[in-house]
């Protein structure tokens, strides 16, 4: 199973962006998809998770500024980040949980991130 991220990019404060990942492989399901950061000095940190039953998290730095969304037909997550400040750069990654074909159990999957920089 793969994660292919994209959409980070350099944004003026106030600015949007929005990340997209798209999960392919032998997938029989996804239990969860989600987006962690992790800026220079930190450690990585949830953003938003959206599973595909229950409820969906966001960090508290972001609540009312970010949403994330799922398409379950293409394997994907987004996140439509708006009001961006700089302390929302980091390399943005995307997660996800899933079950295999043709392997047992759940796996979890890292795709390799992308760069937003919140910068006047």
């Known amino acids: 199973v793969q994660l292919q991220a994209s959409g980070g990019g350099l944004v003026q404060p106030g600015g949007s962006l929005r990340l997209s990942c798209a999960a392919s492989g032998s997938i029989f399901s996804i239990n969860v998809m989600g987006w962690y950061r992790q800026a220079p000095g930190k450690q990585r940190e949830l953003v938003a998770s959206?599973?595909?039953?229950?409820?969906?998290r966001y960090a508290d730095s972001v609540k009312g500024r970010f949403t994330i969304s799922r398409d379950n037909a293409k394997n994907a997550v987004y996140l439509q980040m708006n009001s961006l400040k700089p302390e929302d750069t980091a390399v943005y990654y995307c997660?996800?949980?899933?079950?295999?074909?043709?392997?047992?159990?759940?796996?979890?999957?890292w795709g390799r991130g992308t760069q937003v920089t919140v910068s006047s």
């Open positions: 997660n996800a949980i899933v079950r295999e074909r043709t392997t047992a159990g759940l796996h979890e999957y």
């Open positions: 959206r599973p595909t039953y229950g409820s969906t």
